[in-house]
């Protein structure tokens, strides 16, 4: 069992920048695909960005490509969420997911464990 937990989310003004965390319990978290997902009012949960156990393989959508980065610290359990350059439709509740798996995915389905989410609010 893996137990997420984010922070670091806030109200932020257009062109700003915010940094999530992640921490997850356990002592195999770096055996786990880590990745973020958001859900903004009456719409769907969608993919963010994802990477391997060993951060050598990362995706992210289209939508955040060149503005958002994730990172993991294995010694910490953590994975983090860089977000420059936010815009008004990046606002969101933002969660963070583990996938007992070797192989990045986007698909939502495909993780196995869930945080409680953070809210980001951007700003125009």
């Known amino acids: 069992q893996v137990q997420l937990v984010e922070s670091g989310g806030g109200l932020v003004q257009a062109r700003g920048s915010l940094r999530l965390s992640c921490a997850a319990s356990g002592r195999t978290f770096s055996r786990y695909v880590m990745g973020w997902f958001r859900q903004a009012p009456g719409k769907e949960r969608e993919f963010v960005a994802a990477?391997?156990?060993?951060?050598?393989?990362?995706g992210y959508a289209d939508s955040v490509k060149g503005r958002f980065t994730i990172s993991r610290d294995n010694a910490k359990n953590t994975v983090y969420l860089r977000m420059n350059s936010l815009k008004p439709e990046d606002t969101a509740v933002y969660y963070c997911a583990a996938r007992a798996s070797m192989v990045v995915t986007t698909t939502l389905g495909e993780y196995d464990y869930w945080g409680q989410g953070t809210q980001v609010t951007v700003s125009s």
């Open positions: 990477l391997s156990s060993s951060g050598g393989s990362i």
